[in-house]
């Protein structure tokens, strides 16, 4: 009995989400940063074994959307949570409070007919005494708003504590299915695509809060040559979009360091996936409030 199907990861910005599926498929598939919105379209994770096929959804944090962009990023939560065989809602147990986001979500879903597994993430952070209270909270709200949990455990992604449990629990509530990818599929996004990622990943590690939200990465140039040695080596050009020219200067910083700084380590991660060296080449573009521009988000978006 052969089982495979569509799992949403949802929660609130920062909850783990990104970090999530990349450690249950083993693979960087999703960029994962300390600031909120690092995510902002769906993006799967492919984990095959003898049993079952688990293909995971890492959404965009849940917000309120204060841009045509963040509109788009909602629009693909929605359609995630619409379309899947199960859910897992991922919440942060240093944070236990349930606020307005957290009670919206659990509303959206409960009015759904899915089976959803509550997981508590960053139990490493707290006493364990807590945990119990966490649960008790959550499952209560859920009760009080018409649905519920099928299953509830708690997690740590960053020790890797419970990650076992959890896939047992979801391959215990997917259907019965053949095999929807190729057994070596990992991810459904391109090579392009994750090049561009990991470049933003960088930018949004290494400048301040303002700045990232307001870029955006294009590969314009991707080819595939042998060096002098006879290796094999990518050309790779791209482009940093910030939507401010008072932008630019910060993401060049002083004498090019700080644009040195987020290519060199978004080389070092490129060419670990592509196992071949990288000849990156970085420039900074300024593109006026890109994020309103409705044709050129539909553009980005359409390439995930």
Known sequence: MYKAGYITVIGKPNAGKSTL???????????????????????????????????FIDTPGVHTPKHKMGHYMMKGVKSAIDTVDLIVYLVDASKPTIDSANEEIMKNIASLNKKVILAINKIDKIEKEKILKIITIYDEYMRKVGGKFVEIVPISVYKEDGLDI?????????????????????T????????????????????????????????????????????KIYDIDVDIICSKASHKGIIIGKDGAMLKKIGTQARADIEEILDDKVNLKIWVKVRENWQEDEMYVKNIKNKF
């Open 21 to 55: 599926v990349n450690k249950l498929v083993g693979f960087k598939v999703a960029i994962t940063t300390p600031k909120p919105q690092t995510t902002r379209f769906n993006i799967k994770g492919i984990v095959t074994n003898k049993n079952s096929q688990m293909i």
């Open 188 to 231: 459904d996004i391109t090579e392009k695509e994750l090049i561009e990622e990991i470049v933003r990943e960088k930018a949004l590690n290494n400048l301040d809060e303002e700045v990232p939200h307001n870029l955006t990465v294009e590969v314009i140039k991707f080819k595939k040559r042998k060096g002098i040695d006879k290796k």
């Open 166 to 186: 959890l896939t047992k629990l979801i391959e215990k509530y997917l259907p019965e299915s053949e095999k929807i990818y190729q057994d070596d599929d990992l």
